[in-house]
């Protein structure tokens, strides 16, 4: 994965609002970091209900994942899939995706509920609904049928569904669901929506696996967005290495990055707007970023950045030194000290590229390894 990767993933989602996709650690510590992460787009529509619903089935499609997925009890090279959760919007439509292992002998009845929950009007799910919880008849895993039921509730859409057999023991399954968030269902219909297909789910987790990308974020990030993401990253650097000295090192190098595109990014309707991957190849933890600035700092941010790399550790702990008494750190403008500090971190030398976004902008991508 080079620098361009970013560049790649942004045109990919270019239409979205928002774009979450997560392959990292599954656990409940994370369920409401994701939430109020949506919720940071959620705002912008100025729509309470919708707000309650897409948090509603973004915690029971999460949670979906973290309790009734199945993994190989040895792991190789044919087995190995790990779970995906996907959140992505565009236009007024939500798109809450996930995909995960479940033992082949549990597909069918899985399609069954499925099934028979697509097969449902509102009044019937509302019904099916209440008598479960009134009888109370939930399995002792949590209840995978009830969990479907109120995200099938909530959205008033139909659920697609796809599988993979993976061997013989094992099938990957995909379950996605659509939100409009319209309160005014009419309204929403007579709009034209390009709805995100299951098959370019599938076509991302399958991107996403190859790569072994643990989280991409494409939207906004002002202040309070980056927050979730970074209290996301920091759970999963948990488990990608015991070295506190490495891990606060990691952490360090993301602020800097992510508070980069906050500062500097080109802004789309008031925010400014950028893209985040995190993945780990050969042993070897890969952080991307990306974002549009005018034509008319190119020149300066590769240069600056030209110079930072023929820089030896020496030399960047002299330039941060007189950086830091130019008392330039933190100003619009500023973002030499804190690429200074990331190639301070860093294993290797920054990479970076720079593409035509548009005729006015371009779209600078950096990749950091450590």
Do not use: W
Request: net charge negative; with cysteine.
């Amino acid at each position: 994965m080079d620098a361009e990767v970013s560049y790649q993933f942004f045109r990919k989602f270019e239409q979205d609002n928002l774009s979450f996709l997560y392959q990292g650690d599954f656990n409940d510590e994370l369920t409401h970091r994701i939430v109020r992460l949506s919720q940071r787009d959620t705002e912008r529509l100025q729509l309470d209900t919708v707000n309650r619903k897409l948090s509603s089935i973004i915690t029971e499609c999460y949670q979906n994942v973290v309790k009734h997925r199945d993994e190989p009890e040895i792991i190789n090279v044919t087995n190995n899939k790990p779970p995906m959760f996907l959140v992505r919007s565009r236009q007024n439509i939500y798109t809450i995706a996930s995909a995960n292992l479940i033992n082949s002998s549990k597909l069918d009845r899985l399609v069954s509920i499925l099934e028979n929950i697509n097969s449902f009007s509102s009044a019937q799910l509302k019904e099916v609904y209440r008598k479960i919880l009134a009888e109370d008849t939930i399995d002792d895993k949590g209840g995978a049928g009830l969990g479907l039921l109120e995200m099938a509730r909530k959205s008033n859409n139909r659920f697609e569904y796809d599988f993979q057999t993976v061997n013989y023991y094992l099938s990957l399954i995909f379950i996605q669901l659509n939100l409009t968030a319209v309160e005014n269902q009419e309204a929403s219909e007579e709009a034209t929506v390009e709805y995100i297909s299951l098959k370019e789910t599938q076509e991302i987790y399958a991107l996403m696996d190859a790569f072994n990308i643990l989280v991409t974020h494409k939207g906004d990030y002002s202040h309070c967005s980056i927050i979730p993401l970074l209290e996301m990253a920091e759970l999963n650097l948990q488990n990608i290495t015991d070295d506190r000295s490495l891990g606060k090192k990691i952490f360090y190098i993301l602020i800097e990055l992510l508070q980069n595109i906050s500062k500097h990014a080109k802004t789309f309707s008031g925010l400014p707007i950028g893209i985040f991957l995190m993945s780990i190849q050969q042993g070897r933890l890969l952080i991307h970023t990306g974002n549009v600035i005018e034509n008319d700092a190119v020149e300066a941010l590769r240069n600056q950045l030209e110079f930072i790399n023929n820089l030896d550790d020496k030399g960047l702990a002299e330039q941060y030194k007189i950086n830091l008494l130019q008392s330039t750190s933190r100003s619009k403008g500023g973002a030499g000290l804190g690429l200074l500090d990331i190639a301070r971190y860093s294993n290797e030398k920054l990479e970076f590229d720079f593409k035509a976004f548009d005729e006015f902008s371009s779209f600078f991508s950096l990749r950091v390894i450590v």
